[in-house]
Nanobody
Framework: QVQLVESGGGLVQAGDSLRLSCAAA?????????MGWFRQAPGKEREFVAA????????YYADSVKGRFTISKDNAKNTVYLQMNSLKPEDTAVYHC???????????????????WGQGTQVTVSS
């Protein structure tokens, strides 16, 4: 079982930056888990944003955020981050982090691959 708590969301203007954090509490070492970020805007389906392997050595991004967002993982702090730069109004959504028990190098991108989810943090980008 893993408890995930996101933080760092807020209301910003287009072009601004935010850093989301996701703190994990688990009976297993944090390095057991690959981590992902997903987002869901009102009236839309949940979509993949970014993911990182157990070690943090491999990452994968949705095309819509590539070059603007960076995912990172600190296994010592049991935390995964999402640095979001050059934010756009279309980035407005509730952002959820998720944990997957995965192989050492794999980077899961499908929501069904993730067993544990946080409650989410709202990001609103005004134009």
């Amino acid at each position: 079982q893993v408890q995930l708590v996101e933080s760092g969301g807020g209301l910003v203007q287009a072009g601004d930056s935010l850093r989301l954090s996701c703190a994990a509490a688990s009976g297993r070492p944090f390095s057991t888990y690959a981590m992902g970020w997903f987002r869901q805007a009102p009236g839309k389906e949940r979509e993949f944003v970014a993911a990182i392997s157990r070690s943090g050595g491999n990452t994968y991004y949705a095309d819509s955020v590539k070059g603007r967002f960076t995912i990172s993982k600190d296994n010592a702090k049991n935390t995964v981050y999402l640095q979001m730069n050059s934010l756009k109004p279309e980035d407005t959504a509730v952002y959820h982090c998720a944990a997957a028990i995965a192989t050492y190098v794999s980077v899961p991108i499908g929501p069904k691959e993730y067993a544990y989810w946080g409650q989410g943090t709202q990001v609103t980008v005004s134009s």
